[in-house]
C-alpha cells in the first residue's frame, strides 16, 4: 500500500518527535496504532462481506470454472490426460447383456481356459522332467553299486635272452 522504508520512518519519527514532543509522543504512537488496527478490522470485514456476497451469488463457481480452463490452458498434456482417464474409465463400465458384455465374458472365459491348459502343461512336464531325472539317477547308481571291470592290459611273455 504505502511504500515507506526504514529511512523515510526514521525521517517521520524525528520530525514527530521535534513537533509533538518527547512527553506527547508515547500518546501519539498509541492512537496512530488504534487507528491504523481500526482500519484494517474495516478492510477485514468489507473482504469478508465482498467473499460472502460472492459465495451467494455463484461467481466462485465460474471463478474455478475460469481456473480449470487456464489450468487446460497452460498444460495441454496434463488436461489431454485427464480425458484419456476420463474415457477409460467410461470402457470398464460395460454393460454385461449388450454384445460387447457378452464378448468380454468370454473373452474372460477363454483367458481362464488358456490359463489352466497353461498350467496342466507346465506341470506335466515338470513330471516327466521329473522322472528323468530319477531315470537318470537310477542308472547311476547302478552304475556304483556293480563292480568296476577294469580292463587290465596282459603281461608279454618275457623273452628268453640268447647267451
Known amino acids: 500500500m504505502f511504500d515507506l522504508g526504514w529511512s523515510e520512518l526514521l525521517v517521520i519519527g524525528i520530525v514527530a518527535l521535534i513537533v509533538v514532543g518527547p512527553k506527547d509522543l508515547p500518546v501519539l504512537f498509541r492512537r496512530v496504532g488504534q487507528f491504523v488496527?481500526?482500519?484494517?478490522?474495516?478492510?477485514?470485514e468489507f473482504s469478508q462481506a465482498m467473499n460472502d456476497a460472492a459465495d451467494e451469488s455463484g461467481v466462485r463457481e465460474v471463478t474455478s470454472g475460469i481456473n480449470k480452463s487456464l489450468k487446460a490452458a497452460t498444460n495441454p498434456l496434463g488436461s489431454?490426460?485427464?480425458?484419456?482417464?476420463?474415457?477409460?474409465?467410461?470402457?470398464?463400465?460395460?454393460?454385461?447383456?449388450?454384445?460387447?458384455?457378452?464378448?468380454?465374458?468370454?473373452?474372460?472365459?477363454?483367458?481362464?481356459?488358456?490359463?489352466?491348459?497353461?498350467?496342466?502343461?507346465a506341470a506335466e512336464r515338470k513330471q516327466r522332467e521329473a522322472a528323468e531325472a530319477l531315470a537318470k539317477a537310477d542308472a547311476a547308481e547302478a552304475e556304483l553299486k556293480a563292480p568296476a571291470e577294469v580292463a587290465r592290459p596282459k603281461e608279454a611273455p618275457a623273452k628268453k635272452s640268447d647267451t
Not at 488496527?37 to 477485514?44: D, L, P, S, V
Not at 467410461?90 to 454385461?96: E, M, Q, R
Open 37 to 44: 488496527g481500526k482500519a484494517k478490522g474495516m478492510a477485514r
Open 80 to 121: 489431454a490426460m485427464d480425458g484419456v482417464k476420463s474415457a477409460a474409465s467410461s470402457l470398464t463400465d460395460i454393460d454385461p447383456d449388450s454384445e460387447t458384455g457378452k464378448l468380454a465374458a468370454k473373452r474372460a472365459e477363454d483367458i481362464k481356459k488358456i490359463q489352466a491348459a497353461t498350467a496342466r502343461a
